[in-house]
Each structure stands twice: as structure tokens, then as C-alpha cells.
T-cell receptor, first 115, second 112 residues
Framework: AQKITQTQPGMFVQEKEAVTLDCTYDTSDQSYGLFWYKQPSSGEMIFLIYQGSYDEQNATEGRYSLNFQKARKSANLVISASQLGDSAMYFC????????????FGQGTRLTINP | DGGITQSPKYLFRKEGQNVTLSCEQNLNHDAMYWYRQDPGQGLRLIYYSQIVNDFQKGDIAEGYSVSREKKESFPLTVTSAQKNPTAFYLCASMRTVNTEAFFGQGTRLTVV
């Protein structure tokens, strides 16, 4: 069974600091993808970054990077130089590439950036 | 422009009524998903579909039903059997290969 765990319900960070949001996953499949989404108070889901299980390098997208540690089954999101606009809910998700292709999400982390 | 559209944005339902939430995409995506989100919580999978005329139950399918008669459309019916339907509902679509999931703007359902 697929499972995503985000252990930080809330995080408070000073503006311009870097922040790491934790995500661990559980699957017996070898081929899967990991995603991070941002959800502002408006409710929309904003795609941030994707990492494939066979990708050898960590994914990066601007200020976002994904610290992928396959052996530990972790896929932490790192936001560099945080901004006030980064305040939102952040969700980690996983989809197995073969078979049922369920897309499952973690419980989320609410990130608050303080000025 | 390609995208995924959910309607209505807000929906009010009387107890005992069935209501149907619409989800339409013009991205030519094969896979579509329905999620429920309660305040301050994560997204829980209700139903998903990979191809037309086929769909699978997610983690909280009880009290919900879906259909996938066309590739573009994946409506969700919240039946009277769903005891606590007040929530935010999100629809998403993806290609078969792993790329980002595109989400609709969501439907906020309230039982009155």
C-alpha cells in the first residue's frame, strides 16, 4: 500500500531563511513519482516540483529543491530564501507508475513566514 | 487554453439529497481523480479513473459514486448515504506517465 507521511503540522520561519519540509513515503514498488504542491488560502493547488524514483539527481525548480533519499524513503522539500508569499499549506504526494496509479497525498504542513 | 474545470464553486445541499459535482478537462489526460479536503487537513482520495468506463475506489469511497463515460468528464455524486458531506472537493487529472497533476479550482459543498 502507498502511504505518505508529513510529520510537521506547522512550521514557522523567518523571512529569507531556508526551510525544509519533511516527507517520508512507503511503497514496495520500484517505479514511482514524488510531487510537492502548495495550497494558499484560496484553495488552489500549485505544482512545485517532481522527482522520479529513477532520477539520479535531486530535482530543482528555482527556489525549490527536493532532497531525495531513496534508501531512507524520504523526499524533503527545501525552499531557499523564504518569502512572505510562501506562507501556505504544502503537500507531498506519490503516484506508482505501474498498475493502479493511485495519487496519494500526505496530511500537509502549514508553513508560516514571519517578517 | 487547456485546463480542468470544476463547477459549481459553491454548492448547498439539503440533508437527504444527492448532488453531483462536475469535473471537465480538455488536456487529453487519461487519469482523473476526486479528493475530499476537510479544514486544515490533507487530500483524501475518493475515486480515480485511468480510462473511460473504468474507475476504482479510493480510501473514502463510501457515500460517493462516479462515472467516466467520456475521457473529458468525471462527475462525482455525493449521495444521501454520505453522512458528513460538508467539505472542499478537488478534481485532478494526469497523463499516464508521471507528470504534474492539474487541479480544478474546487467545489465547496455545504449541507444546510
Amino acid at each position: 500500500a502507498q502511504k505518505i507521511t508529513q510529520t510537521q503540522p506547522g512550521m514557522f520561519v523567518q523571512e529569507k531563511e531556508a526551510v525544509t519540509l519533511d516527507c517520508t513515503y512507503d511503497t514496495s514498488d520500484q517505479s514511482y513519482g514524488l510531487f510537492w504542491y502548495k495550497q494558499p488560502s484560496s484553495g488552489e493547488m500549485i505544482f512545485l516540483i517532481y522527482q522520479g524514483s529513477y532520477d539520479e539527481q535531486n530535482a530543482t525548480e528555482g527556489r525549490y529543491s527536493l532532497n531525495f533519499q531513496k534508501a531512507r524513503k524520504s523526499a524533503n522539500l527545501v525552499i531557499s530564501a523564504s518569502q512572505l508569499g510562501d506562507s501556505a499549506m504544502y503537500f507531498c504526494a506519490m503516484r506508482i507508475i505501474q498498475g493502479a496509479q493511485k495519487l496519494v497525498f500526505g496530511q500537509g504542513t502549514r508553513l508560516t513566514i514571519n517578517p | 487554453d487547456g485546463g480542468i474545470t470544476q463547477s459549481p464553486k459553491y454548492l448547498f445541499r439539503k440533508e437527504g439529497q444527492n448532488v453531483t459535482l462536475s469535473c471537465e478537462q480538455n488536456l487529453n489526460h487519461d487519469a482523473m481523480y476526486w479528493y475530499r479536503q476537510d479544514p486544515g487537513q490533507g487530500l483524501r482520495l475518493i475515486y480515480y479513473s485511468q480510462i473511460v468506463n473504468d474507475f476504482q475506489k479510493g480510501d473514502i469511497a463510501e457515500g460517493y459514486s462516479v462515472s467516466r463515460e467520456k475521457k473529458e468528464s468525471f462527475p462525482l455524486t455525493v449521495t444521501s448515504a454520505q453522512k458528513n458531506p460538508t467539505a472542499f472537493y478537488l478534481c485532478a487529472s494526469m497523463r499516464t506517465v508521471n507528470t504534474e497533476a492539474f487541479f480544478g479550482q474546487g467545489t465547496r459543498l455545504t449541507v444546510v
